[in-house]
């Protein structure tokens, strides 16, 4: 059974620092784009970030860019996501997710990953 696995999650105080980790089992994923989504209540999940399977090209959602790093985790066989300058707006359902195929840049879209996690709660306070 596939499955992507988020840890890291928690309450931390505007201006904080988070790192959120995700391990993969039942198939490998090093090689293959992995990427980190999010979902505040009441609003759509949105792209937060992804990497590509070598890991040399990264992509990053406006509202991140110059505070979140995500890098991947081949002993984890997952990804991270360090979350520097929190801010309230930053509260969400994080999620990691996963592609089974090859793509030539770090994908955007939630439709080009096939697996995904549970999610861990982030939540931001002022």
């Known amino acids: 059974q596939v499955q992507l696995v988020e840890s890291g999650g928690g309450l931390v105080q505007a201006g904080g620092s988070l790192r959120l980790s995700c391990a993969g089992s039942g198939r490998t994923f090093r090689g293959y784009p992995m990427g980190w989504f999010r979902q505040a209540p009441g609003k759509e999940r949105k792209f937060v970030a992804s990497?590509?399977?070598?890991?040399?090209?990264?992509v990053y959602a406006d509202s991140v860019k110059g505070r979140f790093t995500i890098s991947s985790d081949i002993a984890k066989n997952g990804v991270s996501l360090q979350m520097n300058s929190l801010k309230p707006e930053d509260t969400a359902v994080y999620y990691c997710?996963?592609?089974?195929?090859?793509?030539?840049?770090?994908?955007?879209?939630?439709?080009?990953?096939?697996?995904w996690g549970q999610g861990t709660q982030v939540t931001v306070s002022s």
């Open positions: 990497i590509s399977g070598s890991g040399g090209g990264t």
């Open positions: 997710a996963a592609s089974g195929r090859y793509y030539y840049t770090p994908p955007k879209a939630e439709g080009a990953y096939d697996y």
